[in-house]
């Protein structure tokens, strides 16, 4: 029988434990328990300049151990800032040294969506745990290459699906699940801000971009989180206002899903427009959030008077705390690889729609 | 010079007047100034007797005079409600006697759409005004031959879009027109309710009948009225969770709009969800509106704190005054013939676009 790392870090969580091996990681006897798991952060960009390290400030369950980055500069900013080991900074090309570094349990990729392939796979193969940043990936074949290497090396592959963790966001999936209001008929879904910038991975096409992998999740999760079911089709169309800018990629996605139940949903996403919102129509009521998908804030109010306004801390703080526990503990994680794969499928749909200008099957 | 009916009444409106003819119907000295226009109602449905009727007794331009039906019970009744003349009661055989009448100066078209044409032509042939219900009419061609007859026979035609009366619907046109929060980025509009009927003409095609014409106008009206423009493309697909009821027509109908500006909109109408309202993003601000377009109680507010939510009385009862004060001012009308023949070509566009799953050209 194959002890998986998980399981070890499991039975530790509980109790003392005898060598075990997990992955290609030695642990147990020879090492002492960790009371945080460590993160190495992969890219070091705005998310996790301004967002990630300041949660991991914040976390209980796991801590900012790591960095890996191609800017040597930057690597002595937060040596300094967050006081990390010489031994735990590497570079794209020493990353996979990172497999012998007991310090670093889990690897964070948050690198363009293009690179997270290869990182997650490479992390995969050091025997670390993965979290990896939305879009999973550009293609389905690449999330499943990602979930496979996951498996293979027995390590957990979290989507930086920060809402799923938010209760606010969980109050209407819950409100679903339960048929407060009975089945679940339309929803509206809006997700968008304005990006002014021309020369980010968001504009793009090779690294990634264009906003339906982007702010597109968001509109696209908002729909299937609403419904709790999985889109069968979808039509779209994709626009720009601003094509100095947006040559690659579309600045704007609008796109109609159809459910197994009979439910519809009408989503809007765009990185010219600020709109951030979710209505969804059941039999029997309402539900509307808005903000639906912010980093905190996220909001809304139900026909039956309920206000959906929970207190929450930090929400990136808490989707690593729950991932880390779901490694501890080996549970399930809220947003695994099959999530992130689930949303991809649909926005490469949505890109057969735009090209062929009609409905496609998912 | 042809003298026009509605230069007569606004001459009349203002001081006494000597003989003057208007289509063909004598007016002037050898009749009174009336108070109130006279009108005559065709179809007296639910809309026609719980709503209309009622709204009348409150109208100060016009009254409930006459009315055209095909039921000599429903005659009866009303005779005795409103206290009808008998000379004042007309079959759908001898309507064109109208013509003679003067006690009738607007002949109200409240039949399912596939008589509007037909009924709105042959009241402008007697030479009264028409007012028309929504949808105008199954088709563009129909449209035109109504304006075209109204037009011939000199004689309005307004149709009963009552929302475009509401001052609360009024406040958002306004906010765009004025570009409170710059221009119109995106717009979603949903109006729908639960139909249950089976027998309906709303479930017939024959009879003009599918929630596009009906309750999708609104959802239309939402955004053309928010954008201030009109389409110039769509794409749209049409359901139904109950084909045992909905044989021959829609229940559902989702559509995308292109705006010239480059605005778009998503729209949802349904008889079988109860949802309604609208949702305009601006560059720098927006407008929510829930309902957009019920009879009454249309509310909304807009980003920088203000609330949309004037006092209305009764919508209908306005519409039918505003649009008689046009006809006796000869002023232009707020939602005229070409008002109901732009949402008949976008309706096209929309049956042309599910048929052929694509985007279509308006």
Known sequence: MHIERRDFLSTLSMAGAATLFSGNVLFGATRPKKDKLGIALVGLGYYSTDVLAPALQLTEKCQLVGIVTGTPAKAETWKAKYNIADKNIYNYKNFDQIANNPDIDIVYVVLPPSMHREFVV???????????????????????????????????????????????????????????????????????????????????????GGVMGDMGVYALQGARLATGEEPISVIAQASTTRPEIYKEVEETMMFMLDFPSGARAACQTSFGINMNYLQITYEKGWVRMEPQSGYKGNKGSMSDGSIIDFP????????????????????????????????????????KSVASGKNVKI
Not at 159 to 167: A, E, F, K, V
Not at 321 to 341: K, R, S
Request: hydrophobic fraction near 40%.
């Open 122 to 208: 490479r992390a995969a193969k050091a025997g670390k745990h993965v979290f990896c940043e939305k879009p999973m990936a550009p293609s389905v074949a690449d999330c499943l290459a990602m979930i496979n290497a996951c498996k293979s090396n027995n390590v957990k592959l979290a989507i930086g699906y920060r809402c799923q963790h938010d209760p606010n966001i969980q109050a209407y999936m819950k409100a679903t699940k339960e048929g407060k209001f009975g089945k679940v008929k339309m929803v509206t879904s809006a997700a968008g801000y304005i990006d002014n910038r021309s020369n980010h991975w968001k504009q793009s096409k090779a690294l990634g």
């Open 312 to 351: 929450l801390k930090n929400q990136q703080a808490k989707q690593m705390d729950e991932d880390c526990l779901a490694i501890l503990n080996n549970t399930a994680l809220i947003a695994p690889g099959e999530e992130g794969l689930r949303d991809i499928k649909v926005v490469e749909a949505i890109y």
